[in-house]
């Protein structure tokens, strides 16, 4: 042997399959020659040589070899893939009421969540159109005392732009409205003052013209840069816009820019039009009136931003006016999602994932019971050579069917619902325009549907581990029993999460009513409420005097109406869209310090309201611009003092436009609220702090609103007049995440239980037919059907009143860790346990006798002889 | 004659090799003669790469002869022209001597 043993090792190895016997024998003969020849030193040579040559073909070849393998052996993969969908659509075919309520549910029960994600995308989600929003932060004061954030005042906003380490530059702007007049109708714009930089601070630039610059703040021209928005509506997308001139207040402004469409800045409160503004004392003196957006040095975060800003104002802090600090305070600028609907949102989300948990569940269990019924021919192929991860390949295509299906059904329903769940929020909701189907939704509904398809395919392919061709095909019942314990199991599962469901759908009903008919303060039934704006260019309205006579005078006119029972003015009642007149920080005796909203009220309002006046007196006409001021607080703020008895002490009131005066507390108003803040309230009297617009509260029914508006326009055609609605619609408005959340719930817990029994009627049908010789057995043996028919009652008994406590206590668990959070979800009660479990039980019961009946009222007899 | 079908000089060296052995035609034997004709060595990988390749065109078949009768004799894979080989051979022959009219190579190692 002249070829050593690592050498045939080496061939062996490299040379191509089945020629590497027939190649080592062609060397040893070859090398044998040669060593005859020349010596053995020679062959042993001349081996290596041919050894070590042949190594690349060798390799070369392989390689080519392998990748024909493998491309061969995908492709009959991916043919055996399409075998089993074709054989899968086959039989989906075969069985249509099945095939049609698996989609259905699964369909319903991923369009659930991807509703409920479309909304909470739109409304909450969706990056905001700015630069880097996450390091955009919005900056406030706070008043230290207190706690709470108000808006910076001009002195406080350049300190903050000037020398901050942790924000790159701050910009800033002061809310403000105009009136213009489109179409001969006067019509109120959003004008916000902006300092010139606050769109490079947002990292926005303008569609068209230009941005401002800081001269722009100083020249003293009107300019204005326009929404998008505003552009197609105001100037009907006119491309010449640029450089016109608009009137704005009764004076021309030059617009120059146009900003990019989807550019709205602040949510909620979107400007038509921006105009450039210097913040100095001359224009804002120290009124709190700045808001303040900054942008995050690279690096830096939020809270180090917060220590700075505090500390920063440390140095400078001094006292206001009525010896009060103030701080910083530094929050994320570039979301919406606030606290309440974040939670609302996960609560959502937690109520349609449990459905479509349901819903898988109940799949699964259909198609285990399909399966079941399917062993002798999965047997068969088993025993005929099929591998087991082949069958499992094949039942789980059966399931990425539906799934398919299931998916497609669930985006056009979650077109349809999006768009039905969206007429249930506040018309004026920002972003709910955009709540649809887009990609990002379609994609979820797509990975959803496939981790459905996982969850329903897993315990059908699963099974297949316990199936022995030898029992199956010799028709033992064991396995039938092994694969009804599973699901026994996802019967008990659908009916436990169904209990969740209901109990969560009954609490969150009962809060929402509890919420809609709580005590307010006031009687909302018969109350309806507009806004009323004087015109700004109006010269004759300079005087608060005269706009105090004006209302009053438009006040007896409204009493006039018929239909009116009464009327009242206000600045800022609650739920009103319009904001409050000024704060009051107090000082009370008792050492408590507290800012109160200041609002105006006419010597009507409370009586229009029907808000008690729980000591002191109301304002009468005889507090007049010229008498001693005065003011009522609310109950809230009467407990800070001692004794509750506010009456005859002064506090200081800052309304803008007016000095911080001196307000003898006369009265002591019931506290009133539209949902859960009350709030620390102060009444000036009308006549004492108009400002040019006022909330209108009229006592008669929503079919006086035209006249009120007709005769508003025959007082003065220059009137603005917006957001005429009752109070039951503002209070609607105001519990619409609620509305949302309780509808939710009632639907899917309305479904839920629909498809637990589905589960359990399906269930039933399978494990009864199995059981049907038995029966047969027992009925001939003399046992009667009611008999009978209580057994098999009192076994499916047994599962739901299982499920039932199992599903209680998971609430139980629920409402420990989430009560709070949730809405409504602290009022579950023993009347809650017990309803919601009965109403289970009694839906369970009803969908587990039909299939009982129907097997004891047929003939045992055919059932034995087939057996 | 399809383009696919253009023989490589090593590929119409290895189909000549077997057509001069005839009956003798193993791959060892084609391998020695290569090696003579050429004067190079040969490397057994490159050669039976080759062979078999051929054989997958159908150029090649094989043919297993009986064992020979001495000690520790075996039975050999012996490679025949097919039609198709004969064919393409002749192709690439007459093409490469169409292509040398009037042209005499001076001596080559």
Known sequence: ?867 | MAKGDWLGDFELCVLLAVRHLGEEAYGLRVRQHLEQMTGRPMAVGAVYNTLARLKDKGLLRIRIDAPRPVQGGRSRACFLLTAAGTRALSFSTSVLIRMMAGWTPGHAK
Request: hydrophobic share 45%; net charge positive.
């Open chain 1, 1 to 867: 042997m002249i070829v050593t043993r690592l050498q045939r090792t080496v061939v062996r190895w490299l040379a191509p399959r089945g020629e590497a016997g027939g190649i080592l024998d062609d060397l040893e003969e070859e090398a044998r020659q040669i060593a005859g020849e020349r010596g053995p030193r020679s062959a042993r040579r001349w081996l290596r040589w041919q050894i070590a040559h042949s190594t690349v073909p060798w390799l070369t070849r392989r390689y080519r070899e392998w990748r024909t393998d493998s491309w061969r052996t995908m492709t009959m993969m991916h043919r055996g893939w399409w075998l089993d969908s074709r054989v899968a659509v086959r039989r989906l075919a075969q069985s249509r009421g099945f095939t049609t309520l698996a989609c259905l549910t699964l369909a319903i029960g991923i369009s659930s969540v991807s509703t409920v994600f479309s909304l909470a995308y739109a409304l909450w989600l969706k990056p905001l159109p700015y630069r880097e929003p996450g390091r955009l932060v919005w900056l406030a004061a706070r008043h230290e005392p207190s706690g709470t954030s108000a808006s910076l005042t001009v002195d406080e906003f350049g300190f903050h732009r000037n020398g901050s380490q942790t924000l790159d530059d701050v910009a800033g702007f002061v809310y403000g409205a105009s009136i213009a007049r489109i179409d001969g109708e006067p019509v109120r714009i959003v004008a916000h003052n902006a300092s010139p930089n606050l769109f490079r601070v947002l990292g926005v630039r303008p569609a068209m013209g230009r941005d401002f610059t800081e001269q722009d703040a100083t020249t003293g021209t009107r300019l204005a840069m326009l929404s998008h928005q505003a552009w197609v509506r105001r100037f009907a997308s006119d491309p010449a816009v640029i450089g016109t001139s608009m009137m704005l207040d009764g004076e021309p402004s030059e617009v120059v820019g146009v900003m990019p469409p989807g550019f709205t800045f602040p949510r909620g409160l979107e400007a038509a039009i921006w105009r450039p503004a210097a913040f100095n004392d001359a224009n804002y003196g120290d009124r709190r009136v700045v808001q303040a957006v900054g942008r995050l040095a690279a690096g830096r975060t939020i809270a180090e931003a917060a220590l700075e800003a505090e500390t920063r104002m440390r140095t400078i802090g001094r006292p206001d006016a009525h010896g009060a600090r103030w701080g910083a305070s530094v929050s994320a600028a570039g979301t919406t999602a606030s606290r309440t609907s974040q939670m609302s949102f996960q609560a959502l989300l937690g109520i349609v994932g449990l459905f479509l948990l349901i819903a898988c569940t109940n799949l699964a269990g259909l198609l285990l019971a399909r399966n079941a019924s399917r062993r002798t021919e999965l047997a068969i192929c088993l025993s005929i050579g099929a591998s087991r991860w082949r069958l499992a390949r094949a039942l789980f295509v059966e399931s990425a069917l539906v799934a398919l299906v299931g998916c497609l059904a669930g985006i056009l329903l979650t077109a349809y619902a999006a768009r039905a769940l969206s007429t249930l929020m506040p018309a004026h909701t920002p972003g709910l325009d955009d709540v649809g189907v887009n990609g990002i939704v379609v994609g979820l509904t797509a990975m959803l549907s496939a981790l459905s398809a996982v969850l329903i395919g897993l315990l059908p392919a699963l099974s297949l581990r316990s199936l022995r061709p030898s029992e199956a095909l010799s028709g033992s019942r064991t396995v039938v029993r092994g694969a009804s314990r599973a699901q026994r199991a996802l019967v008990g599962v659908e009916i436990a999460l169904a209990v969740v469901l209901v109990l969560g759908a009954g609490v969150m009903l009962r809060a929402l009513r509890g919420m809609v008919e709580q005590d307010r303060g006031y009687e909302p039934r018969g109350l309806v409420a507009l806004n009323v704006s004087l015109p700004f260019s109006d010269d004759s309205y300079l005087q608060t005097a005269t706009r105090a006579r004006f209302f009053h005078g438009l006040l007896d006119r409204m009493r006039a109406i018929p239909g009116v029972r009464d009327a009242g003015a206000t600045t800022g009642f609650p739920g009103s869209r319009l904001g409050i007149l000024g704060s009051a920080p107090i000082a009370a005796p008792g050492g408590a310090q507290l800012v109160g909203a200041v609002h105006s009220a006419s010597p009507d309002y409370f009586r229009t309201m029907a808000i008690p006046i729980k000591a002191g007196r109301a304002f009468t006409a005889a507090d007049t611009t010229q008498a001693p001021r005065v003011a009522i607080v609310n109950e809230l703020i009467a407990r800070e003092f001692p004794g509750g008895n506010p009456i005859g002490h002064h506090i200081p009131v800052s309304v803008p436009g007016d000095e911080t005066a001196l307000f003898e507390i006369v009265g002591v108003a019931g506290n009133i609220r539209l949902s859960e803040h009350i709030g620390y309230r102060v009444f000036i009297p009308l006549a004492q702090g108009s400002p040019y617009w006022i909330d209108l509260v009229l006592r008669g029914d929503e079919s006086v609103l035209p006249v009120v508006r007709q005769t508003l326009r025959a007082i003065n055609p220059d009137l603005l007049i917006e957001n005429d609605s009752s109070f039951r619609q503002i209070i609607s408005d105001s519990l619409a995440l609620q509305r949302t959340q309780s509808a939710f719930a009632l639907l899917t817990g309305g479904l839920s239980v629909i498809v637990a029994g589905v589960g359990l009627y399906a269930l039933l049908s399978f494990l009864l037919a199995q059981r049907r010789r038995e029966f047969g057995i027992r009925l001939a043996l003399g046992s009667s059907p009611r008999r009978l028919f209580r057994d098999a009652m009192l076994s499916a008994l047994r599962l739901v009143v299982a499920g039932i406590v199992i599903g209680e206590v998971f609430t139980a668990v629920l409402v420990r860790a989430l009560g709070s959070r949730v809405f409504g979800l602290t009022s579950a009660d023993a009347v809650a346990y017990v309803g919601a479990g009965a109403l289970v039980l009694v839906v369970a019961l009803v969908a587990a006798a039909i299939p009982v009946r129907r097997v004891l009222t047929t003939d045992p007899l055919p059932a034995l002889r087939t057996s």
